[in-house]
């Protein structure tokens, strides 16, 4: 369910739904930021490479971010070359409680998460970190990301291993001191924690649901920002969940 409250699309608790066609587009504001013009409710950010990444080693690795609603960050990383899979889910708290009704409560200590697999030797783990703080969220703005507020909307890192932390931990510092972004880096590193999949009917939601209007201002910006942006990386066909 999706209500519009001053011209923005604010994202509501939904059950299972079928493909959602022929709603109305929800017009989105044309805004200028960090020299990117872009159609979205939230700005995009050019943004230097890490200095530091981890090495391909293999032929499959995995990165976990959280920055606010899964369905945008999902989607973005589903079009990114080198990715396998971008799965949406929980992560940060308790298994019985990975759940979308009682994570939306605030309360669980999880965050609203995708968890990406991918090709060291196509797209690196520094470059994936790029992507996440250049288009897929805004890294500033503490446990809410546009219209969703609460922890489980938090800006987060789960970190699969110790060299992972140190080359996130090494970029939130060197982003910090470029004045890229309109206020203090709030990401935070979380470590140890289990990922557990959302229900079959969040997955590929951006995809199955183009017209959706909370899709349309919040989401589909950043696929355009990310096309824009990161065009040696962009894959137009996206890698699609299907059935977990």
């Not at 200028?32 to 230097?48: H, M």
């Not at 309360?107 to 470059?127: F, L, M, N, S, W």
């Not at 709030?186 to 990922?195: D, K």
């Amino acid at each position: 369910m999706v209500e519009i409250r001053n011209g923005t699309a604010s994202r509501k608790l939904v059950k299972p739904i079928k493909l959602l066609t022929g709603l109305l587009l929800v017009p989105a504001m044309m805004v200028s930021i960090n020299q990117v013009s872009v159609s979205a409710a939230e700005p995009a950010f050019e943004i230097p490479a890490p200095a530091m990444d981890i090495a391909p080693d293999g032929s499959s690795a995995v990165a976990t971010f959280a920055g606010g609603c899964f369905w945008g960050v999902q989607g973005v990383f589903q079009h990114v070359v080198g990715v396998k899979n971008a799965v949406s889910g929980y992560e940060g708290g308790a298994a019985n409680t990975a759940e979308y009704q009682t994570v939306g409560s605030g309360r669980t200590g999880h965050a609203e998460t995708v968890q990406i697999t991918y090709d060291p030797g196509k797209i690196t783990y520094g470059e994936l970190l790029q992507i996440f703080f250049s288009v897929a969220h805004n890294p500033t703005q503490l446990n809410y990301q546009g219209p969703d507020r609460g922890t489980q909307y938090r800006s987060t890192i789960f970190a699969e291993n110790a060299e992972q932390a140190k080359v996130a931990q090494a970029y939130i510092d060197q982003l910090g001191k470029t004045g890229a972004f309109p206020g203090q880096i709030v990401t935070t590193i979380e470590t140890g924690q289990t990922f557990y999949p959302a229900e079959a009917y969040h997955q590929d939601f951006l995809i199955n649901n183009p017209n959706y209007p909370y899709i349309v201002y919040n989401d589909l910006p950043k696929i355009e920002n990310l096309k824009a942006m990161f065009p040696k990386v962009f894959a137009s066909k996206p890698v699609l969940v299907g059935q977990l």
